[in-house]
């Protein structure tokens, strides 16, 4: 498969995928509460899984996903999005430093 062909089909799932997650926070607190789990461990990780694939890469799009899920199912749908939320800044974080850990520094990359 083309990367172009990956990166077009990436977007559509992400942007389907985001569509619930747009009602689910726009509607009234007493109707969101129905479908409040399905969103949380269905469209969002579905949505983390495609947007960190295309931004990140695969290993990381899974260890955003399986984090979100499992924080998620464990701890809840009140505490476990906070938390969970909180963990994909610290997986962007991390990434951040092993792009830093790798990257040369100029005095190296001159000589």
Do not use: D, N
């Amino acid at each position: 498969m083309k990367p172009s062909t990956k990166r077009i089909i990436l977007r559509i799932v992400h942007l389907v995928s985001v569509i619930p997650v747009l009602g689910y926070v726009y509607q009234p607190v007493t109707e969101a509460a129905e479908y409040q789990h399905f969103t949380q461990l269905v469209f969002i990780p579905v949505a983390i899984l495609t947007g960190y694939w295309m931004y990140l890469g695969l290993v990381w799009a899974i260890a955003g996903a399986v984090s979100w899920v499992a924080l998620t199912y464990l701890l809840g749908p009140q505490t476990g999005f906070g938390i969970a939320l909180l963990a994909q800044i610290g997986i962007f974080l991390a990434r951040y430093i092993s792009l830093k850990a790798k990257r040369p520094s100029a005095t190296e990359a001159s000589t």
